[in-house]
């Protein structure tokens, strides 16, 4: 490792102040990095840190060599951050971060078909997981547009509302509910309704599940997961709540009677960029996003067209 590289993680240690903090976020582990700082002291000749059982803090000289050491840090980071755009821009590859919930969105996969008859040559990546880590990924310039579910932090970037529609229930044959075309939620009251744990996905389970345990329902924890509330709901005659119905996974609840719910709450999916500008091929993708928003049908862009540039809806 060259000295450059020390200095770098050394400026990460002396910003955390702690190893453990520094090494989740180089993605190393904490004894190989305590490692590192233990051999740029020796090669010093001093101490960068007082550690304790406790806390770590700098010396003086680590102080000293902090204010040189971070500069070069960002320096660094930048140069990443332009290397990674560089290549990016002339590359045939598209990283579409996406939600896991979103796989049955017919908005999602039309977009999908539709740029990629109109784009042939170009190869989609995608990269699963939860919205945040999407937004954070996004923000690093690791993908070049994401598919969320709500909530949505839409700070600095622009944002299409892809697909919204009300929650609503599925709820057995043998239900009282199944003779009633829509409900209020109070009428949900003390009735047990599967639902995965919060901790799974605090921010998404406060859209989707907390308006029913506010109106009085109990929740039934299914520990498993989302790919289990079906079989639960079949196996014990529960009413299940449903996103995206008759789309989504629970189109699947043979003999499940769809129920709406009277100012059911509605669950949306945005499709995000960054907010600067974009390369031809993401610039492309986008505009086919909005054309298919609009009703008309997308039409091949030369890569590289400066064509007048649609004005997408934007929510900060």
């Not at 755009?85 to 908005?107: D, K, M, Q």
């Not at 939860?130 to 709500?150: C, F, K, P, T, Y």
């Not at 509330?229 to 709540?241: G, H, Q």
């Amino acid at each position: 490792m060259s000295d450059l590289d020390r200095l770098i993680r050394f400026s990460v240690v002396a910003e955390e102040l702690s190893f453990s903090q520094a090494a989740r976020r180089l993605n190393v582990d904490q004894p190989w990095l305590s490692r590192q700082i233990q051999q740029l002291e020796a090669q010093l000749g001093f101490a960068l840190f007082v550690r304790s059982t406790r806390k770590v803090s700098l010396t003086k000289q680590g102080e000293a060599l902090f204010a040189h050491a971070s500069r070069l840090a960002d320096a660094a980071h930048e140069c990443q951050l332009a290397r990674r755009e560089l290549v990016r821009a002339h590359s045939r590859t598209l990283a579409i971060g996406v939600n896991p919930y979103s796989f049955w969105l017919p908005e999602r996969r039309r977009l999908i078909e539709c740029f990629q008859s109109t784009h042939p040559q170009v190869t989609i990546s995608f990269v699963s997981d939860h919205s945040a880590n999407l937004m954070s990924r996004l923000r690093q310039g690791l993908i070049d547009v994401a598919l969320l579910a709500e909530p949505f932090d839409f700070a600095d970037t622009e944002a299409l509302i892809m697909h919204e529609s009300p929650i609503a229930l599925l709820v057995p044959p043998d239900d009282p509910l199944a003779d009633q075309r829509r409900v209020p939620i109070t009428d949900l009251a003390g009735r047990c309704i599967p639902m995965t744990p919060q901790k799974t996905n605090p921010a998404c389970w406060n859209v989707i599940y907390k308006p029913f345990l506010d109106a009085g329902a109990i929740p039934w924890i299914v520990a498993e997961g989302e790919p289990a509330i079906a079989f639960v709901a079949r196996e014990k005659r529960l009413p299940v709540i449903c996103v995206g119905w008759p789309h989504s996974e629970f189109g699947a609840l043979t003999g499940f009677t769809h129920v709406a719910i009277e100012d059911a709450p509605i669950h949306r999916f945005a499709l995000v960029r960054r907010r600067e500008p974009s390369r031809g091929l993401l610039r492309n993708f986008w505009n086919t996003a909005c054309r298919l928003l609009d009703g008309d049908a997308p039409h091949p862009i030369a890569d590289g067209f400066d064509e007048e540039t649609l004005r997408p809806t934007e929510l900060a």
